[in-house]
């Protein structure tokens, strides 16, 4: 998500990942190691959205201000 967003602070990337998988949009995977590694992924009902998600960024792309 950092890659898409840009410049995000750590706390508000972790409040929205929270959020995200709270409900029920993506998974958080937590391996035991030194350092910490999580993983998130996009769970069957965050993957339902991304049909909608690309329709709003094409149209966005076509009604943006030129």
Do not use: F
């Not at 972790?14 to 030194?34: C, F, H």
Request: net charge neutral; proline share 6%.
């Amino acid at each position: 998500m950092r890659r898409y967003l840009g410049r995000i602070s750590d706390k508000t990337l972790s409040v929205n990942l929270k959020e995200l998988e709270r409900d029920g949009l993506i998974a958080r995977a937590e391996y035991p190691q030194i350092p910490p590694k999580v993983e998130y992924s996009l769970t069957e009902l965050g993957a339902s959205l991304m049909e909608v998600l690309d329709q709003m960024c094409t149209w966005g792309e076509v009604h943006r201000p030129r």
